[in-house]
Structures are given as structure tokens and as C-alpha cells.
């Protein structure tokens, strides 16, 4: 093989571009180093294992989302709390979207950067400042963290083939409510999204400020 100058960065963007191109499953430290043109144990000298790389894929995903954007990604600085984090969990949707398996990626991953801290002090202070004690608003925050990685890990789980509602309609015949739900279940992704993440702010905006 040739020999390649590389470095943490380059590893993780051409991880990313892989990534998108085989899914996580197919992602392996052996197949970036065929891609990169290099043995597999020069990768080693910058990441001891896949969960390393994974994590710096993390932070490699929030700083290119980061740097669209001054403030909380989605929103402008001063905007109120609730629409900073609306808009913070629109854009990682939308960004975690933007990749094969990028809830997956994403999910559990430990920063390596600071990429995430002035967004999060943006967003700690505004609802500070609505009169959520910080362990308050770290609640709300991680909650409404927890569903935008959750439905996004559903929506990706489902793959590119339309779900057949009607179809879960007919074997579920006996249980009339159960199949009436297909819809809300498997169809307008985004809107229900949306729907979701107003119930979970409101839920917090009626507990906490």
C-alpha cells in the first residue's frame, strides 16, 4: 500500500463519507485504512478502538452542525428558551438525518472537543433565567435530547421502504384501535416530530418555569 500522511481528522471525515456509504455495520477500522490506503494498524496510533473513532465521528457531526450556526444551532442567541430548544433538537434531527445510521453513530458517543459547550451555556442560561433551577434545566434539556435520538433511531431503523399501513391494518383487524394507529405510528415523520417536540417542551415549561 502507499504510504499516507494522516491524521485524527482525516480518519474521522473519511469514516463519515464511509459511513455513509456501507452503514455503521460495514464500518470497520480495516476498511478505512483500505480507503485511506494505509495499514490497518496505523489507525491505532489515533484511535485505540472503534468506540474512540465513533466518538470522534460524534464530534465531528456537532461541529459541522456548530459552525452553521451562532448559538444554539436552529435558533438565534437571544431567542427565548423554548424556541432554543426546539430549534437546537430540529437541527440534530436534521443532521443526524443527513447520515446513514446516524443515530446510531451519535447515540452514547463522548465528545473529544468543546464544540458543545457554548450552545449548552446558551441554552443553560436562557432557562435559567425563565427560573428553571439547573438541575431543572438540564432535565428538560437531556429529555428533550432523549426523544429527538429515540425517534430519530426509529425513523432510521425503519430503512428506505415505505411501512404498509394498510396491510398492519388487516392483521390487526381484531384490535380496531391498535390498527387504526399505523398512521401515527409509520407515516408524517415530520409532523409528528414537530408534535412530539411540543409536548415534551410544554411538559417542561408546565413543570419547571
Known amino acids: 500500500m502507499a ?14 463519507r464511509l459511513l455513509n456509504e456501507v452503514g455503521l455495520d ?20 489515533h484511535f485505540k478502538n472503534k468506540q474512540a473513532l465513533l466518538d470522534e465521528m460524534a464530534t465531528v457531526m456537532y461541529r459541522r452542525l456548530a459552525q452553521e450556526h451562532d448559538g444554539v444551532p436552529g435558533a438565534r442567541p437571544d431567542a427565548p428558551w423554548q424556541e432554543l430548544l426546539a430549534g437546537f433538537n430540529r437541527s440534530l434531527r436534521t443532521m ?26 446558551v441554552l443553560l442560561t436562557a432557562m435559567g433565567a425563565a427560573g428553571f433551577a439547573p438541575a431543572d434545566a438540564v432535565l428538560a434539556g437531556t429529555t428533550a435530547y432523549a426523544y429527538t435520538m429515540g425517534f430519530v433511531a426509529e425513523e432510521q431503523g425503519m430503512g428506505d421502504e415505505p411501512f404498509d399501513v394498510g396491510a398492519r391494518a388487516v392483521r390487526l383487524a381484531d384490535f380496531p384501535l391498535a390498527a387504526a394507529a399505523g398512521p401515527g405510528l409509520f407515516e408524517d415523520y415530520d409532523e409528528r416530530f414537530e408534535a412530539g417536540l411540543r409536548m415534551v417542551i410544554a411538559g417542561a415549561e408546565a413543570l419547571y418555569a
Open 3 to 16: 504510504t499516507t500522511r494522516i491524521d485524527r481528522a482525516l480518519v474521522a471525515d473519511t469514516a463519515l
Open 96 to 121: 443526524l438525518l443527513s447520515y446513514r445510521d446516524g443515530a446510531k453513530v451519535y447515540g452514547g458517543a463522548r465528545f473529544t472537543g468543546t464544540d458543545h459547550a457554548r450552545p449548552m451555556e
Open 26 to 45: 460495514g464500518l470497520s477500522l480495516r476498511a478505512i485504512a483500505k480507503e485511506l490506503k494505509v495499514q490497518a494498524p496505523a489507525l491505532y496510533w
